[in-house]
């Protein structure tokens, strides 16, 4: 399963791409890696809040649904803990991203100027 989450990682994040053993460190460490044919996504609990550390779908995928049905699936099983906020991290200039997270109730908290090579990092936060 690993190689394939790490396929996908690729085809999202050409620039950055992940290795099977960065995954096995965040497996290590807490995270919950969850996948599918075409997408995945990697949170972790601390206490009673959670991170989405990453989510992405194939490219030939997209707009079908899947990161919303992911995030809701995380979502009820945040809740099935007792977790009252999820955070996220996202590049200011991911507009996709953006608006997936918009679309589902998520909102600006803060912001880390030139964060991701000189584009600033928008931290969003939703109460479950
Ligand atoms: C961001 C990403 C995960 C979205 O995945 P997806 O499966 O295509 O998203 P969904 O089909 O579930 O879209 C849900 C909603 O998000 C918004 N959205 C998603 N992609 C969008 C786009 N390209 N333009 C505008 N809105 C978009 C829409 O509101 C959409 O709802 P709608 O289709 O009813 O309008 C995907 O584009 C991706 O993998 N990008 C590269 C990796 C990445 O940037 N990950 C996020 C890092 S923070």
Redesign the pocket.
Known sequence: MLNKIVELHKQ??PDKPWSESDFMELKKSGCEIVASEN?FIVWRVVADQAE?I??????N?????????MILLMEQELKKQSVVNVF????EA????K??Y??LGFLVVGKRPKYYDGTDAIIMSKTL
């Not at 995928?61 to 049905?69: K, M, Q, T």
């Not at 996220?88 to 590049?91: A, P, Q, T, Y």
């Not at 991911?94 to 991203?97: I, L, V």
């Open positions: 999202c994040f997408g989405i990453t989510i992405g779908v194939a490219p995928a997209r707009r079908s649904g899947i990161a919303e049905s996220l991290e996202v590049s991911n507009c996709p991203a608006k997936l918009e679309k």
